[in-house]
């Protein structure tokens, strides 16, 4: 099944640095979403963008709908020893069940 | 909020069993999915549900399969577990009207077949 291109693939930051990634796909989407899983845990829902060009903020956490509606960028702000865990995107084409996944970006931070 | 109920969180079975690993959601969604998720591959979808009795393979659907007798519960089953199938396994539902698509997980479940 297709999957999205998501990158970077891993990220190794300090703490205070902000972080961004982003999520690419050839097909047009009409919902994406972002998740945050952590080790051991089902993915959690941080933020879903339904319009192209929305941006949307969760916290320390904001995320754009591209104009293209073939993409999507998730930025964190001031990353903190509680944000390392795998991030996901989602798209939803609509008209259909199921979403698309990114291939997940890792997050370690440093102290 | 939102809650998807895996029944387990851990389980070890030998090879040749068969396996069942039940999903629980309170959200009244209609869609209800099976993943696993291994190192380096991403989530693969193995199953999927739009309504009650309905059914439909996803990316890997070999070796599975599913059952949704109720609209909160989803069930996949392992005919003959085999070590390949040890993984974490995610369930996950969802609404079918846009825009309100986005999926919610459960916790997951590691197998771990011997």
């Known amino acids: 099944g297709q999957q999205l291109n998501q990158s970077p693939q891993s990220m190794f930051i300090q703490e205070g640095e902000d972080v961004s990634m982003n999520c690419t796909s050839s097909s047009i989407f009409n919902t994406w979403l972002w998740y945050k899983q952590d080790p051991g845990e089902g993915p959690v829902l941080l933020i879903a963008?339904?319009?192209?060009?929305e941006l949307t903020s969760n916290g320390r956490l904001t995320a754009q709908f591209g104009i293209t509606r073939k993409d999507s960028f998730l930025n964190i702000s001031a990353s903190i020893p509680s944000d390392v865990g795998i991030y996901f995107c989602a798209g939803h084409t609509g008209g259909g069940n199921k979403l698309t996944f990114g291939t997940g970006t890792q997050l370690k931070v440093e102290l | 909020d939102v809650k998807v109920t895996q029944s387990s969180r851990y389980l070890v079975k030998r090879t040749g069993e068969k396996v069942f690993l039940e999903c629980v959601q309170d959200m009244d969604h209609e869609n209800m999915f099976w993943y696993r998720q291994d190192p380096g591959l991403g989530l693969r979808l193995i199953y999927f549900s739009y309504d009650v009795k309905m059914k439909e393979k996803g990316d890997i659907p070999e070796g599975y399969s599913v059952s949704r007798e109720k609209k909160e519960r989803f069930s996949l089953i392992l005919e003959s577990a085999s070590t390949n199938q040890t993984s974490m396994y995610l369930c996950?539902?969802?609404?079918?009207?846009?825009?309100?698509?986005?999926?919610?997980f459960g916790q997951g479940t590691r197998l771990t077949v011997v």
């Open positions: 996950a539902s969802s609404f079918v009207a846009e825009p309100n698509t986005e999926a919610f």
């Open positions: 963008l339904y319009k192209a060009g």
